[in-house]
């Protein structure tokens, strides 16, 4: 048997790999700061679980305590242990309203109902609206928002959330008022104050403490915590979500918005009002004093619109409270209602700022003509006949403009045979043909710039349109013809399958409109596809296909009302530019008038003479550059 021989190398090879390993070891090891760090996020996390389970204790302190003390009043040794867990507040505990009990507080718009528990709003119903299936919009429901007043109490951290209130119900007048009252005796408690008027979404709100000098610590920082997430209320959970935000008012009349899409947050200062808004319909929490830090956050809970179907947002509030003489004192606004540009803008709060608009031009032809506009016509018309009365009054307005634009399109086709020799004459030398296409078009009084400018011009009215249509209230659940909702998409067919981007149905009036696209720009870029492509230009026959199969994909999940527009304003589209083209404008006409102007000597502008002399100057230097 052969003996085996010391691998001297293989031992050398084992210490280096295990000398690299212990090298890489060393250099990878977390730093002091990454495990201070480390060991903070532990502690913190602990002390969570530990505050959560002493509130629970609490609680369950407190129901067993409550129980006891209805029928042994003086069971001390019960009281003095829900003393040592919530100090003060253990009396409040000890009242008959201990309990999970709700007060009902409702008006002839908002059935309400108050929890004990936390006192807060644990259901808010819109009493005359419902969502696309007929079931009554309920804004908060079974456990979906919060609203929790974080404190210091005799070196305790307390939770109003986890806490009970003692309601009364009264009335003022013809407002009904709701005090929910967190007591440490007869005499001292924190105390929300409801205030809710006849036919009004908004109501009155504050927080407020009496004789809790030496029990609540005001020097330590204190919260008022407002959750939320938002119900789906439309049939397409994506076209809702798309225009579910959470906008808000801080530092003097400034307006943001978290991101509707993923996860956002923000801390800012000076917060006067902010709306988790549901498309259609808005929880509003606005202030008299400024919030002085808040940290704002959303979160969007569609991320598979067939298996997200219950919630579009989680969104959150988190304010900092700052205690006046040693109590708090807080007035506030709730409001619960509908997304409505009206409604919002009687406030005179700049509430209509949560209203997506549009912004700049946009958003000022929205309020001041299209908003008003629409109203009028509303007033009197079915909600599918006034879109389309004011299509036509849009298109009648602008169609001076689009008299300019087609008359300018008549000119460069009365032109196109000399622009054609030009470019067959110097056929290789692009600088040439742009001068000598410059000088033609100038002499005739037309130029492709006067074609673009009217165009340029209806922009705004076409982008505020757009932003309009979805966000407009009164369209919503009004019927025309097949379209039982404006205000969401039309159904003439069910796929048994889902198309990503398109759904899992057909809807007419986007076809419509694609249909009438498409006979819009074969009328307009017909002539330009048969011209050879130039470098560098978009194709033109691409575009012409691209747009109406865009409007078909794009809008099968949008509001009806908007497909409807856009097919109504793409026929009177089409109508004007027949008339315009065999009844008023002469092709002939324009010809004449075009040599009559080439023969009239024609001062150029100091523009149109800098850039005469620059190509010029390009010309001679193309030249020198031959020789």
């Not at 031009?361 to 389309?388: E, H, M, T």
Request: proline share 4%.
């Amino acid at each position: 048997m052969e003996e085996k021989k010391f691998d001297f190398n293989s031992l050398v090879g084992f210490l280096l790999i295990g000398g690299i390993l212990i090298w890489m070891l060393y250099l990878n090891k977390p730093t002091e700061e990454e495990l201070q760090a480390e060991k903070a996020k532990t502690e913190a996390a602990a002390q969570q679980q530990a505050e959560a389970e002493k509130n629970n204790e609490a609680i369950s302190l407190a129901q067993a305590t409550n129980d006891s003390l209805a029928t042994k009043p003086g069971d001390s040794l019960a009281f003095a242990a829900l003393q040592n867990k919530l100090g003060s507040f253990a009396y409040s505990a000890t009242l008959p309203s201990a309990t999970d009990d709700v007060t009902v507080f409702e008006n002839d718009v908002l059935y309400l109902e108050v929890s004990n528990k936390g006192g807060y709003i644990s259901t808010a119903r819109l009493k005359n609206f419902t969502r696309y299936n007929t079931v009554p919009i309920h804004l908060i429901k079974n456990g979906n928002a919060s609203l929790n007043l974080q404190f210091t109490s005799e070196n305790r951290t307390l939770n109003s959330k986890d806490l009970y209130f003692e309601p009364t119900l009264s009335s003022n007048g013809e407002d009904q008022v709701l005090s929910m009252k967190l007591k440490t005796s007869a005499n001292s408690f924190i105390e929300y104050r409801y205030t809710l008027h006849p036919g009004e979404y908004m109501m009155d709100f504050s927080i407020n403490s009496q004789g809790l000098d030496g029990i609540l610590n005001t020097s330590q920082p204190m919260y008022l915590d407002w959750e939320l997430k938002g119900y789906r209320n439309a049939k397409s959970i994506s076209y809702e979500n798309r225009y579910s935000r959470l906008t808000y008012e801080y530092d003097d009349e400034k307006h943001s918005k978290l991101s509707p899409t993923g996860e956002d947050e923000e801390l800012e200062k000076d917060v006067t009002w902010m709306n988790f808004r549901q498309h259609f319909f808005s929880s509003m929490l606005l202030t008299d004093t400024p919030f002085k830090e808040v940290k704002l956050t959303s979160v969007d809970l569609v991320e598979d619109e067939e298996i997200d179907t219950v919630y579009t947002k989680q969104y959150g509030a988190k304010m900092l409270l700052e205690p006046k003489n040693g109590a708090i004192s807080q007035n506030m606004n709730m409001y619960y209602g509908p997304s409505d540009y009206q409604i919002f803008k009687k406030y005179d709060r700049n509430l209509d700022e949560a209203m997506p608009l549009g912004w700049g031009i946009f958003g000022v032809i929205n309020k001041y003509i299209i908003i008003p506009l629409f109203g009028l016509l509303s007033d009197f018309l079915p909600a599918g006949i006034a879109i389309i009365v004011l299509t036509v009054l849009i298109k009648l307005l602008l169609s001076p403009v689009q008299y300019k634009q087609y008359l300018a399109q008549a000119k460069m086709k009365v032109l196109k045979p000399e622009l054609d020799e030009i470019k067959e004459k110097y056929k290789g030398n692009n600088l040439k043909i742009q001068q000598e296409t410059m000088k033609v078009q100038n002499s005739a009084g037309a130029s492709p710039l006067k074609g673009c400018l009217p165009a340029l011009l209806q922009i705004p009215v076409f982008y505020a349109l757009f932003t309009f249509f979805p966000s407009a209230f009164d369209l919503r659940q009004k019927s025309f013809l097949w379209a039982d909702d404006l205000s969401s998409y039309d159904t003439i067919a069910e796929l048994p399958f889902h198309i990503p981007f398109y759904g899992d149905h057909v809807s007419l009036f986007p076809i419509l409109a694609s249909i009438a696209i498409f006979v819009y720009m074969m009328m307009t870029m017909g002539q330009s596809m048969q011209q050879q492509q130039q470098p560098g230009m978009p194709n033109m026959k691409f575009l012409m296909y691209l747009s109406p199969l865009f409007m078909l994909v794009f809008f099968n999940n949008y509001a009806s009302g908007l497909s409807l527009y856009y097919f109504v304003s793409n026929l009177i589209t089409i109508g004007i530019m027949l008339v315009i083209k065999n009844f008023i404008i002469d092709e002939d006409k324009v010809h004449a008038k075009i040599q009559v102007k080439k023969a009239t000597p024609k001062k150029q502008n100091k523009f149109q003479r800098k850039m005469a002399e620059m190509m010029e100057q390009a010309e001679q230097q193309k030249k020198a550059g031959k020789r």
